[in-house]
């Protein structure tokens, strides 16, 4: 495939230019830093090096040159004092040095004055001026500049090791009056030149990428999109980022260019082969040019290398990871580059195109049958505190600010309200209180509530939308009460008694104001990392409040320790944990913490629908899974669905083109929580353009998220089973003018309802098993033991995922963790585990039933070492079952080779012969980014729903196995719904749907519907 980009051509009329300042009068000034190679040894102290202060570090024979470097562990650090004159002010202070070692160095100066000819101990503003670095197995030259501030007397260089096994330093020096780069824009200039008779080209599109955190979708920041980038895992601990593009041989680069947003940077480059980093390229501590949101153009950072150089590899690393990496160019003259990357895409012969036909008619459907779609609402959209103001108050129906916004809801084929909060707004009352976020009245008389209305406006809310066809959910952040718990009443474990009643007796007086879905938690709830434990201590140095405030957590401390010991039965002298560990009782804690915030909002649901059984229980959960850290906030998904009687297990999936999972988030999460819950539902909160500015002042901020994003965000979690959507929130969609495009998703979304979709299920190709006390267990054992990234089974999952969605593979995912949801594991041909660390004999069980019936199983980094709990086994019988060969096993680890096509295509090559004739679909995308999903009512009925995210127009060939017959093919895509054709038929056999070509403009989202011709 050709992703070459003429260096000179389109990307962006804006570049940033790297220009040096005029060089000072001056050389840079050499600091004498003693023993800089950490040769000397410490008089009193021999295994220590002499003249370095700082914490608990050694001396070691692995240097760097000469025979000893200086070794760090785990948060130690290591640190020398120098004198700062009067003429070093407003220079730059550089420190270079080298390092290995396993996880990431910190590194920051402080500045400060001295008193009594001493060092008074000052920080200066080290907190905003610290780096990370992360670190590689062999040395690798690490710099760090930054101008010394005013007032000055003496600096200190820090280095220390921020999460890591080891880390090794060797051959520190410190320069003071360097000249540093200075950023200028340039408009329409092509900085790097070309040589003569020659241009230049991208190559970046053709390495072999790696990044550290992993990242989602590396492809994105060298597809030559501007907008689409790439934003690394989140990550528990790791500060830095690191992108590396490895070649088999050593290339010509003529220069980098990329589009970073804002924050330091270090690019190195193996120029020998050998995996070492031998030459620093380019270093830009304070490289500020802004953000990409409000720029007008698209700020690059620019360098040209003259003359050219050679290399086998590039890195950058960022000093933060907060900024997005949104366009990686690596320039080389294409005479110098080999044939086979410049080749251009060819396509298959012989495949018949599939043809757009005579359009359809607007589908007509009962409200039964349509998808549940709309919008957040807040009270003031419709003016709800002038509409209560007025005397007389006029019916609702006829307030005109309501009338427009029902019009609006309308227009975009709206059947939702989710009121949040529903609350009057009025804010003319509410001086004074202090209790919760929104401090205006309920908008209903409630017995709860410290603050309430005298009418039911909230009764005569959900009449008018009942009447106009609409249902109506409700949410709020939090809540002020004026109930108390009475003494005679006993506390409840984990979640308090109080806030338990407040959600039941809120929830029950909703539902009788006629509120169709009831929250059973506040908005983007979460839990934290677990209940208090420990027992504090009465202190006589503190007030009377504070130690009644300790005595009352105590008593809540006791409720749950007896709660938990009634759990786990522990007996009458029950152990509890003394801190997050890795030991069996912390981690039955944590499984105990996550049952009581299941419990919780089962006893909301089960009370409101005792008292009206329509209500419907909804749930808006932080979405935990873009932190890849679940025990943090406390929402173990899977353990809330099957446990608390939950019909819609909700969550926010916000994103744009370049953050976390991207344009796949809404897809993954909803399939995560349908996995989750026992009635297989979610609703998602989905988001428009963050650019409350408008175009005008933040045209970054629409092009991060183009209309495709409202689209095919709703018809990619449709292919994946999603029932419910609601965009957050009306008035800032509309006035955005994105409104529209909220309007053609749902107008898609109530075609496939109108052709059946709602009743379509995934094929029985590929069940996915996803464990979360794996991810859990897995990070807690390597919360402190960093020789391993605690994050790699949500790497390994989230990989998974991302490659079946775009290869053509559809799935269903179930939790390992509840093998009641998989009775009928054995109806699915492929079974993949992506990291099955942990594992009960039940759920062992249930997938050696299945292999004996034929299924096939795929285990990918993990073996079974331990059982649910995170025991370890003995005798693994998932590792038995890998060792006999029944069982295919995947080792490679996905962060080291996810993103190289070698590996895509052997593991696409092996789902392949596991499937077999069971494989219903058939797809090349020839390397464009384009999500497939599909949903079947039957064998000779199936939705096929293809997005087109790569930016640019694409073909892709698409072949459905269908059982014999004669078919049709209908197709919705933004515009409206079309019979297909080929060649100018419209019917099709069962043959010729093995294969036909499919064009896509860029940003298109289609949805295909095959069934027989009756």
Known sequence: MCLAVAAASNLCSLMLQAADVAPSAQAPKQVQIKNPGFEEANEKQPERPAAWGGYNWKSSSQAHSGSKALQLGNFQWVDQLFPITPEDIGKNITVRFYAKGKGELQFFFSHGKKVDGKDAGTHGDWNSRQAFFALSDEYMPYSYTMAIPPGTEYSRTHIGASHAVEAYIDDVTVTI??????????????????????????????????????????????????????????????????????????????????????????????????GKYDKELVMEEGYTPGGYWGSVEWPFYSKAFSPNIKAYAVKLATFSKSQPVFEFEILSPSKTVSPEMLAPIVLASGVPSLEQGAALPPVELDSARRYLQGYHVEPWMFDCPGWIKKNPRP??????????????????????????????WDETITKGRKECTYKSDVMWPSQVHTFSHADHL????????????????????????????????????????????????????????????????VDEAYFGGGPSFKLGKEDPKKTEDENKKIIEQNKAVEVARKAFADRWKLGDNPVYPEKREDTELFRKWQIFYYEQVASFMDGTSKYVKKRNPKAKAVSNLVAFEIFNNRAQWGVAEDIIGWNADIDYLGTDPYHTQEDGFGVYTASIMSKSLMAGNRKKQTIITLNGPWGWGGKAKQPGAFEVCPPISIIGSVVGAASQGCQAYAFWRYYNIVAMEYGKHVGKAFEMLDTMAAWGSRDAVMPKDIAVLRSRASEDWWQLKYASDFSKDSIVPYIQYLWTAKFLMSKGYPYELFYLDQPESYKNLSEYRLIILPFPYSISKEACGRIEEALKAGSKVIAMGARGETNEIGNAYNDSPLKKLIEEKKIDFVGESIADVGDFPEFNNKFKGKLDELLGDRKTLDFNSYGMDVQVGCLEKSPSEKFVTLINWSGKDATVDLGIKMPSAKYKVLMRNIEGAYEMQIGGNREFTAQELKKFRVPLKTGDAVILYVSPVK
């Open 395 to 424: 019916p609702l129906k006829d307030w005109p600010p309501f009338q427009k916004m029902m019009a609006g809801l309308k227009e975009m084929h709206c059947n939702l309200v989710w009121l949040f909060p529903p609350k009057t």
């Open 458 to 521: 909230l009764k005569e809310f959900c009449d008018e939308l009942h009447a106009a066809g609409m249902e109506v959910f409700t949410q709020d952040r939090d809540n002020s009460c004026k109930i108390t718990k009475p003494d005679n009443i006993p506390e409840t474990p984990v979640i308090s008694w109080l806030t338990r009643e407040v959600f039941k007796l809120s929830g029950a007086e909703m539902a009788a104001e006629g509120v169709d879905g009831i929250p059973v938690c």
């Open 177 to 274: 009056g360097e000249t540093v780069k200075k950023v200028e824009t340039s408009a329409g200039k092509d900085i790097i030149p070309a040589p003569e008779n020659d241009k230049l080209v991208n190559i970046a599109a053709y390495a072999k990428i790696r990044t550290d955190p992993w990242g989602f979708n590396a492809g994105r920041m060298v597809d030559g999109i501007q907008y689409t980038g790439l934003s690394l895992s989140k990550h528990p601990w790791k500060k830095s980022c690191s992108y590396e593009f490895r070649y088999d041989k050593a290339q010509t680069i003529a220069g980098i260019r990329f589009s970073l947003a804002s924050g330091g940077f270090v690019i190195w480059a193996d120029t020998k082969g050998d």
